[in-house]
Nanobody, 120 residues
């Protein structure tokens, strides 16, 4: 079982910045995917950013504003969010995709989420 804990959410004004952190309980190898998703009330969960083997992927709505990074020695992923907009308001969830115990298939693990609110 992999446990993920997010931190760094809060209230910020439009145009401001936040940095989210996600710490995993065990080692997540650099070849395994870690990422961030978000979900607003009444909306589907959507991809924000993901990273594996040094390759980054971003959702269209955050390209050019958000940056995902990882410190694999600390099993921690980060999301730097700049130029925040009210529409970025959501609960942000950390995700890790790792092999199951038998190595037969990949399993998605999720953190508890951290609230990000962008408002004046």
């Amino acid at each position: 079982q992999v446990h993920l804990v997010e931190s760094g959410g809060g209230l910020v004004q439009p145009g401001g910045s936040l940095r989210l952190s996600c710490e995993a309980s065990g080692r997540i190898g650099s070849h395994n995917k870690m990422g961030w998703y978000r979900q607003a009330p009444g909306k589907e969960r959507e991809l924000v950013a993901s990273m594996e083997s040094g390759s980054r992927l971003y959702g269209d709505s955050v390209k050019g504003r958000f940056t995902i990074s990882r410190d694999d020695a600390k099993n921690t992923a980060y999301l730097q969010m700049n130029s925040l907009k009210p529409e970025d308001t959501a609960v942000y969830y950390c995700n890790a995709r790792v092999p199951n115990s038998g190595g037969i298939w990949l399993v998605d693990y999720w953190g508890q989420g951290t609230q990000v609110t962008v408002s004046s």
